[in-house]
Each structure stands twice: as C-alpha cells, then as structure tokens.
C-alpha cells in the first residue's frame, strides 16, 4: 500500500522532476545560443547600463527620459527574444499556471499536487491491483443467475441493485459524509471487483482512497510499530478519504490486530469519515472472531449488503477449460 503522505512526497517529486528536465533542457539551448550569438550578450550588457542608471538615479532623468530608456529597454527586450526563438530556446511552459509548478500557492498545497497524488496512488494500487479490468462496466450480472432460489433470493436482482448503490456511492461521494458499506457473502461473488471499481472511480473524483487487504494493511501497520518508524501508515489509515479493507477475516488475527480494526472502525466513524469492507464471514463469525465491541460497531454503523449467487471464479474456470 502507498500512504497519502508517501503519495504527496511522490507528486511534489514528479513535478519538481519535470520542471528541472525543462529548465535543463533550456540551460543547454541557451549557452548554445549565446555562444553563436554575440549579439545575445550584447543586449544584456545594454540592458543592464539602461536598469541600473534608472535604479540609481530615475528621479534625475526627465519623465521623458525615463520614458525613451523604458522604450529602449522593452526595444532591446523584444529582440533579445525573437534571437533565442530563432535559435530554437524552449520557454518554460508550466503544467500547472496557477503555482508554476512549485505545487504550492501562498503556503497551500495546489490542486495539481492532489491530482498527481492521487495518480501516484492509482498507479501504485494498479500494480498491487487489477484496477484497470475491475470497473463497473465490466462487471457481469449474467453470471448470477435469474431465478429464486429456495429462500426467495434472486441473485441478478441482488447485484443489480447493489451495483445501483456502488455506482451511486461513488457519484455521491463525499468524504465527510458518505456512508460504511459491509459486504458480505461467500467469496467469488464480485465483493472485490465492485470495491476495486468505487476505489477507481473515488480516484477519478480526486479523492485518495487506501485499498488494501486485511492481512496488507495490518501487517503495514504492524511492521511501522515494530520497526519505531512512527505510524504513517496508521494515520494514513486514519485519515485517507475512503478506506477499504478487503477480506476481513482472512488476516491472521492477533490481539494486536484486533485493537488496530477496532480503532479503525471506531475512529473512522468518530471523525465521520467512509469505511468500506468486504468479508466472506458472517455477522455471527464476526461476532466471534473480533470483540463484541467491533462487531456492535459495525452492526450500528454500517450498510449491510450480502452478495448471492455462484462462484464467479469458478464458473469462469469452467468456460475456459471447456
Ligand atoms: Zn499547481
């Protein structure tokens, strides 16, 4: 997992880097040019005896005179220019106009920065993660089947309606008021590739969701807190706009573990900030593994939903060996 301080470090890195390779790049084509132009540091010379007489003594000249130099120097100005375009001199172009590219504006971190965060952060989930193929659009509603079964359950109006409600989740999105989502149901019924699709699209908003499995993130966790590296990661948990812990039940469980999810949960919902998880355990199993206090948590806080159907992964397994 990357944390959201890792992620700001890259982008103020990614930008810095692209501005240097400009500035680098101009430094080369400007000594080149300056070297088969003497005219160049000519016009420097001229423009430096005209601003330093105005500086020292701009009250002794006549408004007419200030004027003629002022005139002679945008002259000069305009030439020096037209010679570093002919001699192919890049200009520096910024990616971002608003903080030419420092990622800061009066003290504030600018937008672009958050942007390209938040980029970093999809790329590093896209290594670790199949973010590109899971999406809502290719989620397939034809594996679950259309009929009820025993219980009264149809599965493909199941998962329609809570792909309805992920899609909802993301337009909606707000990281201050958006609501926890527990999914729950056997594994292989889509719980991953529907939350892999609301961690892209909340990305594609600008926002910074953390992704991980349980076993990822405790253990991430676990390792700064033995390591005495501080607890990045732990804030990053803390505060990310959207956290997503997948597989919840799957991680070896200590008590270690078990008072980090609860603080997690607890905090994430005392702050008022979107948790979303998926467990192939059932309230009860829940109930059982961690302490009544996360599953009460959990029960009072969070949208339930139980996915239905057949084993996806199975069923594909199936059409491709035949
Ligand atoms: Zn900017």
Known sequence: MITKEAAYKKAFENINQSLKEKQAKREIMLNAAYKSNARLSEIDRELAVIGAKLAVD????????????????????AEKKLLLKKAQVPEITYNCDICKDSGRVSGKICECVKREAAAVIAEALSREMPLESCRFDNFDLSYYPDA????NQNPRRRMTSILNLCRDYVSTFNPQTSKNLLFTGDSGLGKTHLTLSIVSGVIEKGYLPIYGSAENLFSAVEAERFSGEGRGNYDALLNCDLLVIDDLGAEHATAFTKSVLYNFINTRILTGKPT???????????????TPRVSSRLIGNYEGHRFIGRDIRQQKSLECSG
């Open 148 to 151: 009820t079964d025993e219980k």
């Open 276 to 290: 979303v998880i998926n467990t192939n355990l059932t309230m009860k199993q829940l109930e059982e593994r961690y």
């Open 58 to 77: 701009a009250l002794a000249y006549g408004a007419d005179t200030v004027e003629k130099a002022r005139d002679k120097s945008e002259a000069l100005a």
